[in-house]
């Protein structure tokens, strides 16, 4: 139905940047809702940023200022830009999208396979 696979984790330096990206693909579905969660070893994952279908965004307080969620409908991809990183944005980051799939019909959640994000010097 839908793969979603992210790209772009890493190690970075404090007050580093990275750019996630996370391409959905698949067949005979729209995407509502798409976003970024983390999870940090010994913490339950949590909601980062999330997009609706119209580009209307939510950021946790924690990252407010610093990450970006956007997304491009044609290429069927979600962006998070992260600047001014910190030690404590180190978690592995998933993609989660919310689609509607057309042979059910109805709406599924979707999750990636994670990519590391590592913020240390």
């Given amino acids: 139905q839908v793969q979603l696979v992210e790209s772009g984790g890493g190690l970075v330096q404090p007050g580093g940047s990275l750019r996630l990206s996370c391409a959905a693909s698949g067949s005979g579905f729209t995407i509502n809702t798409a976003g970024w969660y983390r999870q940090a070893p010994g913490n339950q994952r949590e909601l980062v940023a999330d997009i609706d279908s119209g580009g209307r965004t939510n ?3 924690s990252v407010k ?3 970006t969620i956007s ?3 044609v290429k069927n991809t979600v ?3 992260m ?3 910190k030690p404590e944005d180190t978690a592995v980051y998933y993609c989660n999208a919310v689609a509607y799939v057309w042979s059910l019909p109805t ?3 979707f999750w990636g396979q994670g990519t590391q994000v590592t913020v240390s010097s």
């Fill in 59 to 61: 950021v946790v307080d």
């Fill in 65 to 67: 200022g610093r990450f």
């Fill in 71 to 73: 997304r491009d409908n």
């Fill in 79 to 81: 962006y998070l830009q």
């Fill in 83 to 85: 600047n001014s990183l």
């Fill in 107 to 109: 709406y599924r959640t």
